[in-house]
């Protein structure tokens, strides 16, 4: 998995509340079998009209935040279905960081596992971030996991939260699944003695 | 022993290591599998050389995808890609030796519906499933919750989950329901009050009276929709009911390891005295048959109230309230009852099972549906089907205009040809009322099956009770 340490660069400001895993990627982008090359259907159908022409208001379509890396949303970012795709084209746009003032709980844990730092923080912080992201492509943030901050182009920090655990295999990069097999011993006997007393599981 | 809520219960007893720092391997019963979100999870573990830990705790069926419509079994009427995802379901259920029920199988259907129809889900289990509604199963006492596709090939690989405890939330409904107010009105006033991010962070236990008188049908329609109200899962305690639906099926229990497993289930409750970290009551008595107005679950209303005005609302709901009435098409200050409709969809996770049916065909007994008006039933898997057929209710839907249609998840979320076209306008059974979701364009205003079917019947938006 990539790691993510720190991160400069442009944020897109999104302030609708709710944005929805179906607004993120639309279903009929779910029929692939692998993970990559959704970046060019992210938010499709705010995205493109009918005929496939970009929408102009929308703002990855702006000049400004064409490369963006970073979104500022609305409150509860990512609501809706586990669909993993949701980080997938997030992460295959180049976006490497979501913050909000809160953020469905699938969503945010897919995020980890596909090296998306999203960062919730409190409502009057976000405005003042959406302000930021709101200048365009000269206002620049930082976000530095290690030191858990995010600094405004003006020279604003904000302390953000984040699981220990969480962070450190984002830091490192880590796959999980190689962690929890280290534990591989606890599996087996917590299998062997619940197994005697549910054996109907 | 200090005492716990059913959460804490289910929790601790599956608990296979805890860190130092808290975080938690959760040991999982039934891993549930569908074709959209599982075959980057195959295609992992044939990367790293990883095999299923436990295919006979894993069970796999096509959903999303799949037509529903009679010719089906033909190929061509499903798009290159949606072939290309059920076919790889195929394989993978073959090759790594798991639970499967293909298309062709009758027990096919909805993963959520299959899977405690078959007996799968019991009291006091994990439950895990790469779909959010995987909450459903919560209705049998069993801590069920979507995960992702990394945590899919996780579970598959490991058959544990790294997680951390939510907090404990005690949703309350006392007293009765009154007549036409069904357990798909309790679910949607509870996010109605909370909003889709009041339960963030917590497990949903609904308790109360009106609970307690519902099926497990009502049960598992209420348990549904706990993600919608942003919870990781929702939890109902097991009861005479809960065991009376499992006896017998497939894969409970029998004999000896029945009575022993019912001895257990026969704990799973929340202690009088267990500490909540959030307590919701809501009177029965005051739900009403709801609709949602807008493009979240939170934009909930009862039927006989108007479309509200955007500025009726606050903070950041002002803009989403404005965004939702223009992409609904709808005016403030108009009765919801006087809202036309194109589409009628009675189905999905949430409404599809044969309570629901009868439901529906209680109203559309002797009815037409409007001339104009599309109207589809789409059973949640076929011995549903193949129920509502022996009970008759089959013939009443055809009767009425209603297509009969196979199993599957279809125009909840139209990812097979079931969609609506833009700007079409749909009363729904399903879930989810987002933009876009049951087609680009599409107006989903959700509802019990009840108010489905009176809809179907006067072409627009109706309250049940006038037909009850």
Known sequence: MQKFDTLTGIAAPMPLINIDTDMIIPKQFLKTIKRSGLGVNL?????????????PTFVLNQDAYREAQIIVAGDNFGCGSS????????????????????????????????????????????????????????????VDLEAQTVTTSDGDVFNFEVDAFKKHCLMQGLDDIGLTMEKVKSIDAFEETVGAQRPWV | ????????????????????????????????????????????????????????????????????????????????????????????AKDFGIHYYPVSDVRQGIVHIVGPEQGWTLPGMTVVCGDSHTATHGAFGALAHGIGTSEVEHVLATQT??????????VEITGKLALGVTAKDITMAVIGKTGTAGGTGYVIEYCGEAIRDLSMEGRMTVCNMAIEGGARAGLIAPDQKT???????????????????????????????????????????????????????????????????????????????????????????????????????????TNGRIEDLRAAAEIL??????????????????????????????????????????????????????????????????????????????RTHLMSPGMAAAAAITGKLTDVREMM
């Open chain 1, 43 to 55: 938010f499709d159908e705010m995205r493109y009209d009918d005929d496939r022409a970009e929408i």
């Open chain 2, 161 to 170: 989950l790294i997680q951390k405890k939510s907090k404990n939330m005690k």
């Open chain 1, 83 to 142: 669909r993993e795709h949701a980080p997938w084209a997030i992460a295959d746009f180049g976006i490497t960081c979501v913050m909000a003032p809160s953020f469905a709980d699938i969503f945010y844990n897919n995020c980890f596992k596909n090296g998306i730092l999203p960062i919730a923080l409190p409502q009057e912080q976000i405005d003042v971030l959406m302000k930021d992201a709101e200048k365009g492509a000269n206002a620049r943030m930082t």
């Open chain 2, 243 to 349: 065991y009376d639906y499992c006896m017998g099926r497939p894969h409970a229990p029998k004999g000896a390891q029945w009575e022993a497993a019912l001895t257990w289930w026969k704990t799973l409750f929340s202690d009088d005295d267990a500490a909540w970290d959030e307590i919701l009551v809501i009177k029965a008595e005051d739900i009403a048959p709801l609709v949602t107005w807008g493009t979240s679950p939170e934009d909930v209303l009862p039927i006989t109230a108007l479309v509200p005005a955007a500025d009726s609302f606050t903070g950041g709901k002002v803009d989403a309230a404005q965004r939702a009435l223009d992409y609904m098409g709808l005016t403030a200050g108009q009765r919801l009852a006087d809202v036309e409709i194109d589409t009628v969809f009675i189905g999905s996770c």
């Open chain 2, 365 to 442: 007994k002797g009815k037409k549906v409007k001339d104009g008006i599309r109207a589809m039933i789409v059973p949640g898997s076929g011995l549903v089907r193949a129920q509502a057929e022996e009970e008759g209710l089959a013939d009443i839907f055809k009767d009425a205009g209603f297509e009969w249609r196979l199993a599957g998840c279809s125009m909840c979320l139209a990812m097979n040809p079931d969609q609506l076209a833009p700007g079409e306008r749909c009363a729904a059974t399903s879930n989810r009322n987002f933009e876009g979701r049951q087609g680009r364009g599409g």
């Open chain 2, 1 to 92: 022993m200090s005492p716990k809520t059913l959460y804490d219960k289910i929790w601790d007893a599956h608990l296979a290591h805890e860190a130092d720092d808290g975080t938690c391997l959760l040991y999982i019963d039934r891993h549930l599998v569908h074709e959209v979100t599982s075959p980057q999870a195959f295609e992992g573990l044939r990367m790293t050389g990883r095999t299923v830990r436990a295919p006979d705790k894993t069970i796999a069926v096509p959903d999303h995808n799949v037509p529903t419509t009679l010719d089906r079994a033909d190929a061509t009427t499903m798009t290159e890609d949606s072939r290309i995802q059920v076919a790889a379901l195929d394989k993978n």
